[in-house]
């Protein structure tokens, strides 16, 4: 996180901790992250940040994949700030915030080129003049307004320049109709990293908090300075010896070539491995690089382990740091065809989560 937030030094630090932090454990690591300083906090659904008001955490906390219906009066009491895209779900923000009898916080976005959520360019002018007429009345305080880039891992794209003109412009009219916020915020991790004409008031650090890279493009993560923060590990529970031939797992895609010894792993898709990875997710048993061999099961995969015998309960690296020596979430996403932010987001809930040194 100091590193990150030494790159934008002029703006403040939003760590994103949605999708449960990335795999890495919601509460722990929003914690942690304000700890190491961020100033906000972001996540996407509101349920996300219920969670986190209950457990404590308190702070600034943008919650921005929001939609009409939300339990706006829960949030406001939360003291959430909320993202807005359209005039309805204005008006009910402003609405709920006159019920509870508190000026709720709203971020406007706009929509830059992603065509995912925000306002389009051609509604701005209406959504912002909304937006105004609301702030007006008490009932909403526009205090920030923000959107995405859609090539932010390929620093030189020209559709960044683009982008980059749009939120101007909007910023601009937002501000000639009366709007002053406290944050604009268009950069996410790799933008942080690559794009300081990005970075305005606030930046949104994102896989970088879990210190991931967000792509080749940027930079593998040693050559950036960061380091992962999630090692995912077992234990055999079974070692056993098998003759040349022997079917593995599931469908038998996998057969010894030779007499072996078996290890039983007790972590499977349940649990996030990838089912694409059966007989090439790259692991580390008792120090040496082995593979998953045949299906991965639902709570299980199967190792072979060559002739030498090893112990019940050898410890087992799924993935962490190369500089250990380990298989890491780019190994594992680049033999399973996806990216490292699937890797670790998709590590499921019954895989305890234990936070070492803080």
């Not at 779900?89 to 080129?113: F, Y």
């Not at 526009?142 to 003109?165: C, F, K, M, N």
Request: hydrophobic content about 45%.
């Amino acid at each position: 996180m100091e590193l990150l937030r030494g790159l934008a030094p002029t703006a403040q630090a939003l760590a994103v901790v949605k999708a449960d932090a990335y795999g890495h454990g919601l509460v722990g690591c929003a914690v942690a992250a304000q700890q190491a300083g961020a100033q906000w906090l972001g996540v996407a659904l509101l349920t996300e940040a219920f969670e986190l008001r209950k457990a404590g955490v308190s702070g600034r906390l943008l919650a921005w994949l929001v939609g009409v219906g939300e339990p706006w009066r829960a949030a406001i009491e939360a003291d959430i700030d909320l993202s807005a895209a359209s005039v309805g779900i204005l008006d009910e923000i402003a609405a709920a915030a006159l019920e509870v009898g508190r000026v709720a916080r709203v971020h406007l976005k706009i929509d830059t080129g992603l065509a995912r959520n925000g306002a389009t360019p051609a509604d701005w002018p209406a959504f912002v003049d909304r937006a105004a007429g609301l702030s007006a009345t008490g009932a909403i305080e526009v205090v920030g307004i923000w959107s995405h880039l859609a090539y932010a891992d390929q620093p030189r794209h020209p559709t960044i320049d683009l982008a980059l003109e749009r939120f101007r412009d909007a910023l601009d009219l937002a501000e000639r109709r009366g709007l002053h916020p406290e944050v604009r915020h268009l950069a996410n991790t790799a933008a942080t990293i690559t794009r300081a004409d990005t970075h305005f008031d606030m930046v949104r650090i994102g896989v970088g908090v879990y210190g991931l890279s967000p792509g080749p493009e940027v930079g593998i993560a040693a050559e950036i300075g960061l380091v992962p923060v999630m090692t995912l590990a077992g234990k055999l529970i079974l070692v056993k010896h098998v003759p040349a031939g022997t079917g593995v797992s599931y469908g038998h895609i996998a057969t010894t070539a030779s007499p072996t010894h078996l290890g039983l792993l007790p972590l499977g898709y349940a649990d996030g491995i990838p089912r694409a990875a059966g007989n090439v997710g790259p692991l580390l048993v008792g120090g040496q690089r082995r593979t998953i061999t045949g299906r991965v099961c639902m709570d299980q995969v199967v190792i072979d382990l060559g002739s030498e015998p090893v112990a019940d309960g050898t410890e087992v690296i799924v993935f962490g740091r190369a500089d250990r020596g380990e298989p890491t979430a780019e190994d594992w996403a680049a033999v399973c065809g996806t990216i490292n932010y699937e890797i670790v987001t998709r590590i499921g809930p019954r895989v305890p989560r234990v936070f070492v040194g803080g």
